[in-house]
């Protein structure tokens, strides 16, 4: 639009599903696009921090964050996540449809991640369980025809190699309806992992 907007600028449902029972405090979003979750968050409460490379993608979330009230509440950082390191701990660190369809170290930035959890906070990765149905030429397809399979659950917790002293809350496939642009529903598959 003439905003420069691409995305909804709505939450991602599986992200409000997961952290509605959270108190808020500190958030991290890894690859926060235009700022759909780290709003919502704001919006809850939150304090959030959120990375992205695009800074055409940071300046829409600023502008959306400014015209929702909640500017003060969100830290936009322009950071390229294959080469970023966690300086800080959050109560919740988000990372949601974190793929790409070309070489990429996801697993290895989720590791990272890991380690900007403070004690007692949460971890939540949502991540696409199957290419999006019909949306011939969307991210999801080109994903599947081009890079690796995509990671279920128990693929994604392997690869964070997790301590002992951490609790899997949810590891799971998930099916929810979504809108295509033209206002029709799919259903799609999203895997929790939390």
Do not use: C, K, M
């Amino acid at each position: 639009d003439e905003r420069g907007q691409v995305w909804s600028g709505r939450v991602n449902p599986a992200v409000e599903r997961e952290v509605t029972d959270l108190a808020p405090g500190a958030a991290l979003e890894l690859g926060s696009g235009e700022g759909g979750d780290a709003l919502w968050l704001a919006e809850q409460g939150w304090t959030v921090t959120a990375l992205e490379i695009s800074a055409t993608a940071l300046a829409v979330g600023a502008a959306q964050a400014a015209a929702r009230g909640v500017a003060d509440r969100i830290t936009w950082v322009q950071a390229d996540l294959v080469t970023w390191r966690p300086d800080a701990e959050y109560d919740l660190v988000t990372s949601a449809f974190f793929h790409s369809p070309f070489d990429f170290p996801r697993e290895e930035i989720l590791r990272r991640a890991t380690r900007a959890v403070a004690p007692g906070g949460t971890l939540l990765i949502v991540g696409h369980g199957a290419p999006p149905p019909g949306l011939a030429g969307g991210h999801g397809r080109e994903h599947a025809a081009s890079g690796p399979p995509l990671p279920g659950p128990a693929e994604v917790l392997a690869g964070l190699g997790l301590p002992n002293e951490w609790a899997v809350e949810r590891s799971a496939v998930v099916t929810r309806e979504a809108a295509l642009p033209d206002g029709a529903t799919i259903e799609v598959t999203d895997t929790v992992v939390r």
